[in-house]
T-cell receptor, first 112, second 114 residues
Framework: SQQGEEDPQALSIQEGENATMNCSYK?????LQWYRQNSGRGLVHLIL?????REKHSGRLRVTLDTSKKSSSLLITASRAADTASYFC????????????FGTGTRLQVFP | ETGVTQTPRHLVMGMTNKKSLKCEQH?????MYWYKQSAKKPLELMFV???????ENNSVPSRFSPECPNSSHLFLHLHTLQPEDSALYLC?????????????FGSGTRLTVV
């Protein structure tokens, strides 16, 4: 099994609702990052949270990190149709921090 | 535009063809990466260059050959590919080779091998 796994694999909500995606990982990390990918495009960096941080905010995004449970969550508040995309977590494994390991992503569909 | 430009956006090639993918960034970054994205699989890191030196080859078949002539340009030379090599190939860059920085990705090249 892989280092980072997102849950759920797919999520459908209405505009205005909140969307929560989770990421679990297996090996201790230096930091964890979230990326967004619109269909057929490249990934866009959203937020980086370090292992000594528990929560971070950026606009409508809120990321939490629980190193004891080896998990992170991404909350998008008051979602919009433009938030429709795939969301990936990427981990920087401690002692091997030269590269990021990506999960398979959560596909979010926001209906107007 | 993210600052990382990939060309071409789409490529269809036969198994006996030779083609190249190009990636260019003018962000002043010193590390560049090639990733392969296939359906329902995690992104696979292929190659890493840091200050023009290759620092990672993630057991990639020799039919994929990277080239990094300078910190701003990265190429992926392709020859005698297989249909299973069809995927979205993504280039990314970062300040240096360190996961302490976020990566900036290009829009990718959608490759179809027929």
């Amino acid at each position: 099994s892989q280092q980072g796994e997102e849950d759920p694999q797919a999520l459908s909500i209405q505009e205005g609702e909140n969307a929560t995606m989770n990421c679990s990982y297996k090996t201790s990390i230096n930091n964890l990052q979230w990326y967004r990918q619109n269909s057929g495009r490249g990934l866009v960096h959203l937020i980086l949270i370090r292992s000594n941080e528990r929560e971070k905010h950026s606009g409508r995004l809120r990321v939490t990190l629980d190193t004891s449970k080896k998990s992170s969550s991404l909350l998008i508040t008051a979602s919009r149709a433009a938030d429709t995309a795939s969301y990936f977590c990427a981990t920087a494994v401690i002692y091997n921090t030269d590269k990021l390991i990506f999960g398979t992503g959560t596909r979010l569909q926001v209906f107007p | 535009e993210t600052g990382v430009t990939q060309t071409p956006r789409h490529l269809v090639m036969g198994m006996t063809n030779k083609k190249s993918l190009k990636c260019e960034q003018h962000l002043g970054h010193n590390a560049m990466y090639w990733y392969k994205q296939s359906a329902k699989k995690p992104l696979e890191l292929m190659f890493v260059y840091n200050f023009k030196e290759q620092t990672e080859n993630n057991s990639v078949p020799s039919r994929f050959s990277p080239e990094c002539p300078n910190s701003s340009h990265l190429f992926l030379h392709l020859h005698t590919l297989q249909p299973e090599d069809s995927a979205l190939y993504l280039c990314a860059s970062s300040q240096v080779q360190s996961s302490g920085y976020g990566y900036t990705f290009g829009s990718g090249t959608r490759l179809t091998v027929v």
